[in-house]
């Protein structure tokens, strides 16, 4: 499965619990997360996602600590259930 087809998944699954799975886009800032989720009760958490296996650069890792240190969720999903796991965690949230 690639990359592509599990952030598919993430985005029609977060849009079916009424969220936003927005990509991000950091021009000058290489090693961004790919999303953005946003849900209901102002939940925002950036997403990772990778292919089954592939783990984060070590570029995208420091990204996330960076992110993590200014208290931001971070998740890294590289399977379908991944994106079921992280729906079932954050949704209980909701």
Known sequence: MREAAIERM???KVE??????LKFV?????GA???LVLLPGGRLIFVELKA????????QLKRHEELQTLGFD????DSPEGVDEFI???ADEI
Do not use: N
Not at 16 to 21: E, S, T
Not at 26 to 30: E, I, K, N, Q, R
């Open 88 to 90: 079932r965690r954050w």
């Open 74 to 77: 971070v998740e890294v999903i």
């Open 16 to 21: 079916q619990v009424g969220g936003k799975a």
């Open 26 to 30: 950091s021009p000058g800032w290489a």
């Open 52 to 59: 089954p296996g592939r783990k984060p650069r070590p570029l």
């Open 10 to 12: 993430l985005k029609k």
């Open 33 to 35: 997360p790919d999303r």
